[in-house]
């Protein structure tokens, strides 16, 4: 899975497509790959990508990606990440308000466990016994 940089500049026209969709799912699965090099492994649920021939996502699929979310920050740091919401059919969909959150909440997540990884110290040396 490869980190793909976040969209943080949604604006009130802007509507979630099969792109945005794909790389906020995948951005979470790379979290998740990450934070168990880091921390203790653990699981998220990822669906297939879409296609362009694809409907809209589903309310399941956005409140999946908030699930995802909530689970990568319980399994590694309680980043402060903004209200989870929960969206249901004949509702009002996601906005753009909530996809500048969940993708900030992704980098702000990314970044912190992109500094932990390169802050972990290492011995330049190998512990162990003498060679022979």
Known sequence: ME?????????KTDRIN???YNRIKNNLAYLRDLAGQLYREFNI??????????????????NRLEENLETIRGHTYPFATGQRRTYYGNA???DWQELNRLESACKLIH?????????KRRLSFRLGGLRL
């Open 3 to 11: 980190w793909v940089t976040p969209k943080t500049n949604w604006v």
């Open 45 to 62: 649920t990822v669906d297939p990508d879409k296609d362009k021939y694809s409907l809209w996502p589903y309310p399941s699929e956005i």
């Open 111 to 119: 970044d912190n466990l992109r500094g932990q990884e390169e802050g």
């Open 92 to 94: 009002p969909a996601i």
């Open 18 to 20: 099969y792109v945005d």
